[in-house]
Structures are given as structure tokens and as C-alpha cells.
């Protein structure tokens, strides 16, 4: 039985189709901004969502040309947050072929940990998924699935403090206590967890850390986060979106994805975190 996942992101359109053996037949990322402005206005933008209709139009098609037998779509924080979510959902079951199903921050953690943790040994292991408009931590306590979800991702954070490129002063400053402050809520027991970094932030900054394509399994401790916050700070826009191994679309809000990172890091008093390029779209197909 072929299956296939759609992830509807506040900033990402991701999809992945597997084979009757779980073997991959593809794994696309789009970025399409949907849920920019949506933080002020409370509702997706007509761009937004025409950027984001054709993109999935797009996965349709592909979904259909590898004649896929089960298809499940989510949507997560920019979809929880509109008031005009229904009238997307609408055209974007017309686009896809599927109904868009809007999911809460206790199941996205729930599916990104069970995508990065399913083929892995040991533990115990702490996922933290870092979206656009917020961020999950999910991990195993007392033989049950803990999750927490904090309203705050990349895009939400830029939107809120970092509207410029470079900061100008005090912006960078103010968004690192913005994120410290929101963080300040997520406890986790006092526990040895192998922590995993999962979604866009994560592997984009593992690739400008590294200088490379290849980030599963790479290594991000506290200070490489800081530097990337320093240096990604003393960037324009134009030369964030012109660095190697970076997808440009992601150019707006990597500065922003950095510092949601950095002070998640610090507020849990993480070593390191192991990138991994299997999240909630693994934990979907699981569930299919």
C-alpha cells in the first residue's frame, strides 16, 4: 500500500510518498510563507494562500502519478490560529485531492517524535520541533508520550522582533527574551534525554554550520547556536539568502528560526541536539 503525508507548515509545504515497503518514492519541501501576517491579523493572506493552493496542486499531482493508495494531510499552527481556515481548507482539498486536517500541538509533537524516533535505539529521547509559528517538545516519561507546544517558531518570532536584516539595535536582544521568556513554561525531568532537532530550522542551520547538504545526524551544541545567531545577524537579506547549502526562500526568517533554537537549547540546558531529517511527516506515514 502506497502512502503519502502532506505537512501544511506556517512557513513549509512538505510531502512524502512511500513505497508498500516504507521505502522512499519522494520527499519534497516547498517554502510558501502561508502563515506570514497571520500572527497580527489572525487570518492567511490571499498571497499566502495562492503561493501555498499551488504547491499543493502540485502534490496532487505528483501523489496521483504514483498512484497512491492512502494520502493524509495535516495542518498546524498558521491553520490553528486563522479564522479563515475553513475557506483554505476548502481550496485546498480542491487543489490536493484531500482534506486538509487541522491538528494541535500535542499531536504534532506527538507525530514529529514518533517520525525521529522510530527506527532509533536507546534513549530517552527529547524531540524539539521547530516550526513557524511554534515549537514542540515531546518525550517519554513514566511509559507515556509528553508533549508541549509553545507559540513561538520562526516566522512568529521575526514577525514579533525581528523585522529588519540586520537588527538594528536592541531588536536581537529583545527576541532572545521574547524566546526565553515563552520557553520559561517547558520543564522536562531531570533526565539524560538524547535531544533531537527536527524541520527546516534545524537542518538549514546544521547545513550553514557544516557547510554542507548532508545533515542527518549532525551535531549542534550552545555555542555553534550562538555563533550562527551572531553571524546570521550581521547579515542583509541578500546575503542570507546568497549562503551555500541554504534554500533563499528561508532567507526572511532563519535569524529568527536561530534564536528560537538557541534559547530553546538554553532554557533546557541541552548539550547538544542531533539534527535528523525524519519528523512529523515519518510519524504520519507511521500512522497510515
Known amino acids: ?32 510563507g502561508l502563515g506570514r501576517g497571520v500572527d497580527r491579523t489572525g487570518r492567511l493572506s490571499e498571497e499566502g494562500m495562492a503561493g501555498t493552493l499551488a504547491v499543493l496542486a502540485g502534490f496532487g499531482s505528483r501523489v ?21 481556515r475553513e475557506d483554505f481548507f476548502d481550496r485546498a482539498e480542491q ?3 484531500v482534506r486538509p486536517q487541522l491538528i494541535g ?11 525521529a524516533t522510530n527506527a532509533l ?3 530517552p529521547f527529547l524531540v524539539v ?13 513514566g511509559g507515556r508520550l509528553v508533549g508541549r507546544s509553545v507559540e513561538i517558531g520562526s516566522v512568529r518570532l521575526t514577525e514579533r522582533a525581528l523585522p529588519n536584516h540586520p537588527p538594528r539595535p536592541g531588536e536581537l536582544e529583545q527576541a532572545g ?11 522536562i525531568p531531570d533526565s539524560a534525554f538524547a535531544a533531537i532537532g527536527v524541520a527546516g530550522t534545524w537542518t538549514s542551520l546544521a547545513a550553514l554550520a557544516g557547510r554542507t547538504a548532508t545533515v542527518h ?3 549542534l551544541d550552545q555555542p555553534a547556536l550562538d555563533h550562527l545567531v551572531d553571524d546570521l545577524a550581521a547579515l542583509t537579506l541578500e546575503e542570507t539568502a546568497a549562503l551555500p547549502f541554504f534554500d533563499p526562500a528561508r532567507a526572511p526568517v532563519i535569524l529568527g528560526g536561530a534564536v528560537v533554537a538557541a534559547a530553546a537549547t538554553r532554557r533546557l540546558g541541552l548539550e547538544a541536539v542531533t539534527v535528523s531529517e525524519y519528523d512529523l511527516l515519518d510519524g504520519v506515514i507511521a500512522g497510515l
Open 64 to 84: 496521483r502519478e504514483l498512484k497512491v493508495d492512502r494520502v493524509r494531510a495535516v495542518a498546524t499552527s498558521a491553520s490553528r490560529d486563522a479564522a479563515n
Open 129 to 141: 520541533d521547530i516550526g513557524g509559528g511554534s515549537t514542540e517538545f515531546a518525550w517519554r516519561a
Open 95 to 97: 487543489a490536493l485531492g
Open 1 to 32: 500500500m502506497r502512502r503519502a503525508a502532506v505537512d501544511i507548515g506556517t512557513n513549509s509545504m512538505r510531502l512524502l510518498v512511500v513505497d508498500d515497503e516504507g521505502g522512499e518514492l519522494a520527499r519534497l519541501t516547498r517554502v510558501t
Open 217 to 219: 545526524g549532525s551535531r
Open 177 to 187: 527574551r521574547l524566546a526565553a521568556d515563552l520557553f520559561g513554561g517547558v520543564s
Open 105 to 115: 500541538g500535542d499531536e504534532e509533537a506527538a507525530l514529529s517524535f514518533a517520525g
Open 121 to 123: 535505539e536507546g534513549g
